[in-house]
């Protein structure tokens, strides 16, 4: 079994910062992608930013040139780095894996739980 834990986020005023973590941890022999989804009230769940086991990153454009997804896969662990942040990116912010749990197993996707940003004066 995987686990995901996400910390890092909260209440900030429009233009802050905050720096989102999620580490992996359990039975894990290998992640490939890792990315940043996040789902506001009464709205589906969109991709932020993914990144790539070799750091290739992908962000939305909504986020691009103020967001920054990093990996340090020694800690399995990806981050967020989120800057100049908006009343829009409120939203609850979840950790997506692609993970192989041991070296026969097929991989699978894993979530975390969540955590809120809330970015309002």
């Known amino acids: 079994q995987v686990h995901l834990v996400e910390s890092g986020g909260g209440l900030v005023q429009p233009g802050g910062s905050l720096r989102l973590s999620c580490a992996a941890s359990?039975?894990?022999?290998?992640?490939?992608?890792m990315g940043w989804y996040r789902q506001a009230l009464g709205k589906q769940r969109e991709l932020v930013a993914t990144?790539?086991?070799?750091?290739?990153?992908n962000y939305v454009d909504s986020v691009k040139g103020r967001f920054t997804i990093s990996r340090d896969n020694a800690k399995n662990t990806v981050y967020l780095q989120m800057n100049s942040l908006k009343p829009e990116d409120t939203a609850v912010y979840y950790c997506?894996?692609?993970?192989?749990?041991?070296?026969?197993?097929?991989?699978?996707?894993?979530w975390g739980q969540g955590t809120q940003v809330t970015v309002s004066s």
């Open positions: 990144i790539t086991n070799s750091g290739s990153t």
């Open positions: 359990g039975s894990v022999f290998s992640i490939f992608a």
């Open positions: 997506n894996a692609d993970v192989r749990s041991t070296i026969v197993a097929p991989r699978h996707d894993y």
